[in-house]
């Protein structure tokens, strides 16, 4: 039974950093695409960040861009959200996903996404 297990959420202040990481235990971890995505109540789930099987293609949400940094350890199976410059706007239930795939197609909706972890929280206050 494959699972996607989520760490590192928590309550920050404006400006700040936390990491996340998830940890996937399939076997063919290490080559598939995945990503983050988040979910503030009462709005849809949005992409933040993706990374390729292997981790040469990232892509990111421009709310995101030079504020978060996706990477993995192919070794370990588990992909990390460095996320500095917190800001307010940032709170939401973070949750890792996994494609079957390699590759990154469609990865902006998350209704192409196959595999979900729980979820983190992250809160992030003035």
């Known amino acids: 039974h494959v699972q996607l297990v989520e760490s590192g959420g928590g309550s920050v202040q404006v400006g700040g950093s936390l990491r996340l990481t998830c940890a996937h235990s399939?076997?063919?971890?290490?080559?598939?695409?995945m990503g983050w995505f988040r979910q503030a109540p009462g709005t849809e789930r949005e992409v933040v960040a993706v990374i390729s099987g292997g981790g040469d293609n990232t892509y990111y949400a421009d709310s995101v861009k030079d504020r978060f940094t996706i990477s993995r350890d192919g070794a370990k199976n588990t992909i990390y959200l460095q996320m500095d410059g917190l800001s307010p706007e940032d709170t939401a239930m973070y949750l890792c996903?996994?494609?079957?795939?390699?590759?990154?197609?469609?990865?902006?909706?998350?209704?192409?996404?196959?595999?979900w972890g729980q979820g983190t929280q992250v809160t992030v206050s003035t």
């Open positions: 399939g076997a063919t971890a290490g080559s598939v695409c």
């Open positions: 996903a996994a494609k079957e795939s390699y590759y990154c197609n469609n990865w902006r909706t998350w209704r192409y996404w196959g595999r």
